[in-house]
């Protein structure tokens, strides 16, 4: 029985064969297609005497070996170093054949190596070799000229012919280069350089006449000015964007030439056009950001940025001041001051109606305001809303509270070792991702800026579930037993409490940072400033509502801080603008008076009184009255008031933003003193937000701040950036578009489901502990 039974096949054998034929395969493929390609010149000499062959096993046909069979002689050997086989038998003369002449029809991707070049015996046979050469072998004109030089080298350095070997051994006899042991590369380069003499190609990039070529290289200039630093003049020569420009058909840029003719002609095109511009207005508005402290390149630095806002709502670009970090109210006051003569001359300084600043002391502005009366100085509204935020930290109780419970918290997680490696792993295993909390570095940090509070409530909130799932380990519920912090932690996260006061600072803050971003996007007018801060005071109280806040301490930091920003020309510009008229009972459009207070009506008239001469103020009030009683036409009120779609942003927007303007340069001529004053404060702007420099600018500009070339080759390339970036009215910096595109969709969505989450964990702990089921909690998290 069992001389005759079969023995059956083991499929693990199968598998493993089939694995090894198929490795077989792949490697015999992989060399084949090496070989094509270095057939074609794209690869090692040696190719065209080396043949890949497959070994098959004789009894089951299957692939078991691959090899390489050198086509000169049929010897076989191991493919495993191909480099090395054709170093040990081809170079070093082991191969019979190799150092024999070709034959003409043969494939060569590399001439003949110096080893098949015969030494020489005698000038007589020197001569004699070449000449033979020379008459037969035309096709290798390169062996021809490397048997001369060689040959006269050796005579001239005195070798000796003792020992000479017969002529068929001098053929085969090993000649070393300069380069090193074995070393043909100098050689192969110099075959190649005869080869594309005898038969030179064509550029393989496509034909552009001079006219493209020019336009183009235009283009790409631009865009590099544009990039404003954050490509470098040194990546220009990066050997794999010069070989794009080749195979686009175009010369590669030189450094030299972007930095300066080119440069210079680019600079002076768009400051002519900036100048001109300027100088056609009317009137303008100086708009400077920056002042605020930046750490560049190791050391305290600002970039204050200047620009101008035209009357038609454009705004251009005008210079940059790098300061030495914080600077005194007198010095901004000098900067500022520099920056309007620059632009108006000593003798048409009323052309800049006013100034407008970013994050500084208003003392500068409000010295310039009294020395200037027809000026109007203002501080920037995205930088009031932000201070707001830090109001809200400094002095509300559940900000304190809130910041306090999540700063502990956060250090807690981060700097216990235990609890930190839990954290990870469970936000890993929900989020996929492994990070640590964001928390400021100190309480005094918090104090100073908001920014580090918000992304730490922001980390927490999209954690809450992590960190319910921490919590409930039993490693965790074990080292709470003994560490009082621990308990404390565990209990703030379990607690309903702690996420109230969470969610309820957080969605102020996120509140007034999305209407500081839209001011900062919208760009709004000054008479914008009254409903713009109505509105935020509205939203305030709905907010103080909701989570059940009715000290009413909130309004009045909220009012605190509008009393701050307010400044008088918010009222006058919003009684004087058409867009803001009211329809009364009568079907007169009036100026809305009645949503000012008593003091802010005063202002209007101060405001007016001051910005006219002396013997101009009894006119403009008179005219004011008038405007008061009268309104402006109902069909041009209407006009001006026309609203439509944005089919960017699906915002209902004004059809005509230069409406208001232009209806008091027309058809309310008959205010001849109001309409002056009218037309140059319903065009301010009340954002100072204009060109943004990235990282990447302000870094140079600090980094060449001590080499005067230097520094005005960037002052330069900033300028043509800026320029060009504004007439785009393209306001945001690199960062910030790049923040935009990965920001991940539904971010905000995902963290209030989390919280709903998180209190129906808390909700189902009370439930479980009133039906004496503890264990309920812990099931619902894990």
Same mark, same amino acid.
């Given at each position: 029985?069992?001389?005759?039974?079969?023995?059956?096949?083991?499929?693990?054998?199968?598998?493993?064969?089939?694995?090894?034929?198929?490795?077989?395969n792949?490697?015999?493929?992989?060399?084949?297609?090496?070989?094509t390609?270095?057939?074609?010149?794209?690869?090692?000499?040696?190719?065209?005497?080396?043949?890949?062959?497959?070994?098959r096993?004789?009894?089951?046909?299957?692939?078991?070996?691959?090899?390489?069979?050198?086509?000169?002689?049929?010897?076989?050997?191991?493919?495993?170093?191909?480099?090395?086989?054709a170093?040990?038998?081809?170079?070093?003369?082991t191969?019979?054949?190799?150092?024999?002449?070709?034959?003409?029809?043969s494939?060569?991707?590399?001439?003949?190596?110096i080893?098949?070049?015969?030494?020489?015996?005698?000038?007589?046979?020197?001569?004699?070799?070449?000449?033979?050469?020379?008459?037969?072998?035309?096709?290798?004109p390169?062996?021809?000229?490397?048997?001369?030089?060689s =040959?006269?080298?050796?005579?001239?350095?005195?070798?000796?012919n003792?020992?000479?070997?017969?002529?068929?051994?001098?053929?085969?006899?090993?000649?070393?280069?300069?380069?090193?042991?074995?070393?043909l590369?100098a050689?192969?380069?110099?075959?190649?350089?005869?080869?594309?003499?005898?038969?030179?190609?064509?550029?393989?990039?496509?034909?552009?006449?001079?006219?493209?070529?020019?336009?183009?290289?235009?283009?790409?200039?631009?865009?590099?000015y544009?990039?404003?630093?954050?490509?470098?003049?040194?990546?220009?020569?990066?050997?794999?964007?010069?070989?794009?420009?080749?195979?686009v058909?175009?010369?590669?840029?030189?450094?030299?030439?972007?930095?300066?003719?080119?440069?210079?002609?680019?600079?002076?095109?768009?400051? =002519?056009?900036?100048?001109?511009?300027?100088?056609?207005?009317?009137?303008?508005?100086?708009?400077?950001?920056?002042?605020?402290?930046?750490?560049?390149?190791n050391?305290?630095?600002?970039?204050?940025?200047?620009?101008?806002?035209?009357?038609?709502? =454009?705004?251009?670009?005008?210079?940059?001041?790098?300061?030495?970090?914080?600077?005194?109210?007198?010095?901004?006051?000098?900067?500022?001051?520099?920056?309007?003569?620059?632009?108006?001359?000593s003798s048409?300084?009323?052309?800049?109606?006013?100034?407008?600043?970013?994050?500084?002391?208003?003392?500068?502005?409000?010295n310039?305001?009294?020395?200037?009366?027809?000026?109007?100085n203002?501080?920037?509204?995205v930088?009031?809303?932000?201070?707001?935020?830090?109001?809200?930290?400094?002095?509300l109780?559940?900000?304190?509270?809130?910041?306090?419970?999540?700063?502990?918290?956060?250090?807690?997680?981060n700097n216990?070792?235990?609890?930190?490696?839990?954290?990870?792993?469970?936000?890993?295993?929900?989020?996929?991702?492994?990070?640590?909390?964001?928390?400021?570095?100190?309480?005094?940090?918090?104090?100073k800026?908001?920014?580090?509070?918000?992304?730490m409530?922001?980390?927490?909130?999209?954690?809450?579930?992590?960190?319910?799932m921490?919590?409930?380990?039993?490693?965790y519920?074990?080292?709470?037993?003994?560490?009082s912090?621990?308990?404390?932690?565990?209990?703030?996260?379990?607690?309903? +409490?702690?996420?109230?006061?969470?969610?309820?600072?957080?969605?102020?803050?996120k509140?007034?940072?999305?209407?500081?971003?839209?001011?900062?996007?919208?760009?709004?007018?000054?008479g914008?400033?009254?409903?713009?801060?109505?509105?935020?005071?509205?939203?305030?109280?709905?907010?103080?509502?909701?989570?059940?806040?009715?000290? +009413?301490?909130?309004?009045?930091i909220?009012?605190?801080?509008?009393?701050?920003?307010?400044?008088?020309?918010?009222s006058?510009?919003?009684?004087?603008?058409p867009?803001?008229?009211?329809?009364?009972?009568? +079907?007169?459009y009036?100026?809305p008076?009645?949503?000012?207070?008593?003091?802010?009506?005063?202002?209007?008239?101060?405001l007016?009184t001051?910005l006219?001469?002396?013997?101009?103020?009894?006119?403009?009030?008179?005219?004011?009255?008038?405007?008061?009683?009268?309104?402006?036409?109902?069909?041009?009120?209407?006009?001006?008031?026309?609203?439509?779609r944005?089919?960017?942003t699906?915002?209902?927007?004004?059809?005509?933003?230069?409406?208001?303007?232009?209806?008091?340069?027309t058809?309310?001529?008959?205010?001849?003193?109001?309409?002056?004053?009218?037309?140059?404060l319903?065009?301010?702007?009340?954002?100072?937000?204009?060109?943004?420099c990235?990282w990447?600018?302000?870094?140079?500009?600090?980094?060449?701040r001590?080499?005067?070339?230097?520094l005005?080759?960037?002052?330069?390339?900033?300028?043509v950036?800026?320029?060009?970036?504004?007439?785009?009215?393209?306001?945001?910096?690199?960062?910030?578009?790049?923040?935009?595109?990965?920001?991940?969709? +539904?971010?905000?969505?995902d963290?209030?489901?989390?919280?709903?989450?998180?209190?129906?964990?808390?909700?189902?702990?009370?439930?479980?502990?009133?039906?004496?089921?503890?264990?309920?909690?812990?099931?619902?998290?894990?």
């Amino acid at each position: 029985m069992a001389s005759t039974s079969s023995t059956p096949t083991d499929p693990s054998s199968s598998i493993l064969e089939d694995t090894a034929a198929k490795a077989v395969n792949k490697r015999y493929e992989g060399l084949i297609t090496i070989r094509t390609k270095a057939v074609k010149g794209k690869g090692a000499w040696y190719w065209a005497h080396l043949e890949p062959i497959l070994i098959r096993n004789t009894d089951t046909n299957i692939p078991k070996a691959v090899k390489l069979r050198c086509s000169l002689c049929d010897a076989v050997f191991s493919a495993s170093n191909p480099s090395r086989t054709a170093s040990e038998h081809l170079k070093r003369g082991t191969c019979p054949n190799f150092n024999s002449v070709l034959r003409p029809n043969s494939i060569v991707s590399s001439p003949l190596p110096i080893s098949s070049l015969p030494s020489p015996t005698s000038h007589h046979n020197h001569l004699r070799k070449r000449s033979s050469h020379m008459a037969t072998s035309t096709a290798t004109p390169l062996n021809s000229l490397a048997i001369v030089e060689s =040959t006269r080298f050796c005579n001239e350095l005195g070798y000796s012919n003792s020992g000479l070997l017969s002529q068929q051994q001098q053929h085969h006899q090993h000649l070393m280069l300069s380069g090193g042991k074995d070393d043909l590369d100098a050689l192969a380069m110099l075959e190649n350089s005869i080869k594309k003499l005898k038969s030179p190609k064509a550029s393989p990039g496509p034909s552009l006449n001079k006219d493209q070529i020019d336009s183009a290289l235009e283009l790409l200039a631009d865009w590099f000015y544009e990039t404003c630093g954050s490509v470098s003049f040194s990546s220009l020569e990066h050997p794999k964007f010069r070989s794009f420009l080749h195979q686009v058909g175009l010369p590669p840029l030189s450094r030299k030439d972007l930095s300066g003719s080119r440069l210079e002609n680019r600079f002076l095109e768009a400051k =002519t056009e900036v100048e001109t511009r300027t100088r056609d207005a009317m009137f303008f508005q100086v708009a400077c950001n920056g002042w605020k402290t930046k750490n560049c390149c190791n050391g305290e630095e600002n970039l204050v940025k200047f620009s101008i806002n035209l009357p038609n709502r =454009t705004s251009l670009y005008q210079k940059a001041v790098l300061t030495g970090g914080s600077v005194s109210s007198k010095y901004a006051e000098e900067i500022m001051w520099e920056a309007v003569m620059s632009l108006c001359g000593s003798s048409a300084l009323q052309r800049c109606v006013g100034i407008i600043a970013d994050k500084y002391k208003a003392k500068a502005l409000r010295n310039l305001e009294i020395q200037y009366q027809w000026m109007v100085n203002l501080s920037c509204q995205v930088q009031g809303l932000l201070s707001l935020i830090n109001d809200f930290c400094k002095e509300l109780s559940i900000f304190k509270t809130a910041t306090e419970n999540c700063l502990k918290l956060a250090n807690f997680v981060n700097n216990k070792s235990q609890v930190r490696s839990s954290f990870q792993k469970y936000r890993l295993q929900e989020l996929e991702y492994n990070r640590l909390l964001r928390a400021p570095s100190s309480k005094c940090e918090c104090r100073k800026d908001f920014l580090p509070v918000y992304l730490m409530l922001e980390d927490i909130l999209s954690c809450a579930r992590v960190l319910h799932m921490v919590v409930c380990d039993e490693s965790y519920k074990a080292m709470s037993m003994e560490d009082s912090l621990a308990k404390e932690v565990s209990g703030m996260i379990q607690g309903e +409490g702690f996420w109230n006061q969470l969610e309820a600072v957080y969605s102020l803050m996120k509140l007034i940072r999305g209407i500081a971003h839209e001011i900062e996007v919208e760009r709004p007018l000054i008479g914008q400033c009254l409903p713009l801060w109505e509105d935020l005071k509205a939203k305030v109280k709905d907010w103080s509502a909701r989570f059940n806040i009715v000290d +009413g301490h909130v309004e009045k930091i909220v009012e605190k801080r509008f009393k701050k920003n307010y400044h008088p020309a918010w009222s006058a510009a919003f009684i004087l603008d058409p867009l803001y008229l009211m329809r009364d009972t009568s +079907g007169k459009y009036l100026p809305p008076f009645k949503c000012l207070t008593h003091e802010q009506e005063k202002d209007v008239d101060k405001l007016i009184t001051r910005l006219v001469s002396r013997e101009e103020a009894h006119v403009a009030l008179m005219e004011l009255m008038k405007w008061r009683t009268e309104g402006l036409d109902p069909l041009y009120a209407q006009a001006v008031q026309v609203k439509q779609r944005d089919p960017l942003t699906g915002k209902m927007k004004i059809a005509n933003p230069q409406g208001s303007r232009l209806v008091w340069e027309t058809c309310l001529s008959e205010y001849k003193t109001l309409g002056k004053v009218a037309v140059r404060l319903i065009f301010l702007q009340a954002t100072s937000c204009g060109f943004k420099c990235n990282w990447s600018s302000m870094e140079w500009m600090c980094m060449h701040r001590h080499s005067r070339i230097g520094l005005e080759r960037a002052q330069k390339m900033i300028f043509v950036a800026a320029h060009s970036k504004l007439e785009r009215r393209d306001f945001l910096n690199e960062e910030e578009k790049d923040g935009e595109l990965f920001r991940m969709a +539904g971010c905000e969505d995902d963290m209030l489901n989390e919280l709903k989450n998180v209190r129906g964990l808390v909700s189902a702990k009370y439930i479980g502990r009133k039906s004496d089921n503890v264990s309920l909690h812990c099931i619902a998290v894990c």
